[in-house]
């Protein structure tokens, strides 16, 4: 047996108050095993009416929460939420195990919400922009907050935001590597220059430019220690036209070739 604590909207405190306020709830889920010895009576999962138990199509039982009926094009479609998780009905399965191993219990997806967002175009255009930006040491967030959402109240705080998060940053590291690699510039190429660096100084020669750049490459690719803090770029000002325009602001500056999957060149 398996125990889930959610968190359930008060309705009746956010209607009084217009506020929200929270209550958890514990669940429990069954091997169906389980299920038969606690003399739970079930059924399967898509015939489930609320408060009804559920068999999964790998074996668990859990209480059925919600039955929503939706009508699209005119052809109507269930959706049946459980403790775990949500499905509709028809062909497909509902499984527990895989949002169990994932800890995803909100959504229809076992996958992650981070997993999710990486494969969205808004946070897709969001890093190819940081990555420009980056790379002309000149970053805007509030232009980036708008090109995540035009409607972002705080674009500045929600771009800040963003940026602390581990999936993001990974994200980031590799748009730097694949636009530093177009131009022909590599990890081993970076390699390669401090180890030039290295022998320009053995000989007493000037290598103190080679090293400098040597270093700034090392920071686009991230081979350094990351900063915990992301939000102390010193920055102005640099707009992205193509990545502008797929968010729908205006007033794009500099332009940039972009198609349907994103970002392809940088503007010379």
């Not at 900063?227 to 502008?244: M, N, P, R, Y």
Request: with cysteine; charged share 35%.
């Amino acid at each position: 047996m398996d125990k889930i604590v959610r968190k359930h909207i008060d309705q009746p405190w956010a209607l009084q108050t217009g506020k929200k306020r929270y209550n958890e709830k514990e669940y429990f889920i069954y091997p169906e095993k389980e299920a038969k010895q606690q003399k739970i009576e079930y059924k399967y999962w898509q015939d489930c009416l609320p408060g009804e138990w559920g068999i999964t199509d790998d074996g668990y039982v859990a209480e059925c929460l919600k039955r929503r009926e939706y009508t699209d094009r005119n052809k109507p479609s269930i959706n049946l939420v459980f403790p775990f998780g949500q499905c509709f009905t028809g062909k497909r399965k509902l499984k527990y195990l895989p949002h169990k191993e994932t800890g995803e219990f909100n959504q229809i997806s076992s996958k992650s919400s981070w997993e999710l967002n990486k494969t969205r175009t808004c946070y897709k255009n969001f890093v190819r922009a940081y990555a420009q930006m980056f790379i002309a040491d000149n970053i805007s967030y509030d232009r980036l907050g708008k090109i995540f959402n035009k409607k972002e109240p705080i674009p500045a705080a929600k771009a800040k935001a963003l940026l602390k998060k581990q999936y993001i940053q990974e994200m980031v590291d590799k748009e730097l590597e694949r636009l530093m690699s177009k131009k022909g510039v590599t990890k081993g190429t970076v390699i390669d220059m401090i180890l030039e660096a290295a022998n320009l100084a053995r000989k007493k020669e000037q290598a103190a430019n080679l090293l400098r750049a040597a270093e700034d490459l090392v920071e686009i690719f991230g081979m350094k220690e990351k900063q915990k803090q992301i939000d102390t770029f010193e920055a102005e000002f640099v707009s992205l036209q193509s990545i502008e325009e797929a968010a729908g602001l205006s007033e794009p500056v500099e332009p940039l070739k972009l198609d349907k999957k994103g970002m392809e060149t940088i503007a010379a």
